[in-house]
């Protein structure tokens, strides 16, 4: 009897240690999964934050600030992005390779959700003082942009208009575009081989956006040097029409400000 009574009691207690040993493997094995949850879902949002925000494709470390904005809102919108650029008609020189496609195009690419338009405003040949009489700054603070770039009118300016009428001009069309809710830039004019005054025009161009406090796009580091032959390639000997190279290192000068300089 006292056997038997024994023999029970060792049974019970090998049930009770077999239970509990199960009880604490699960648990085990339901926080390694809850941690494993954890971790991964602290490696997607590192992923997020290292490509600028996967969720909403947008905020990219070291973005322009303006330009991220401009993002946001057509993000939140559903509305395409328009970029509108405005100036002589070498912006346009190589049609939908010309920089302000690419750049649009750029745009899409890096950023999921967000569709452009694209608007150029030129005057072919005209200078500066041209531009002012012919209603400029009233046509081109009609486009109605969220990103809009002016580039300068220095290379018809060039040995014609003084640097001081430039600057005049371009502070016309600057105080008439700003009067709207836009992202706006100043950008440089393409780079001319071995040109001289033209470089004094555009320092002066560059000082005046800084004064005004208005981002100036200096690409001209994406380009061979202006004494270099080889930025013939690039916009041609006498006077400078880019090409689609050109272009092409017009556009990568200004997406690494916008996309570096986190201003």
Known sequence: MKRSIGLFILVLITAVVLIAGWLYYQDRIDNAGGAGESSGEQQNSGSASSEGGAGSGINAEGLDGALQSQLEEAKQSGDPLRLVVAGPGAVTSEGDNSFPQQLADRIEENWNGISTEVETITYDDSTSLEVLNEGGPEEMAGADADLFIFVPFAVSDN????????????????????ENDSAYYISAPQPWYEAQYYLEQLDAVEGYADEAGVTYLNHWSAWPAVDDEELIDYVGEDTPVPTEQGHTAWTDGIWQQWTESGS
């Open 159 to 178: 040995g014609t208009v003084s640097s001081d009428d430039t600057i005049y001009a371009t502070r016309e069309i600057t105080e008439a575009v700003q």
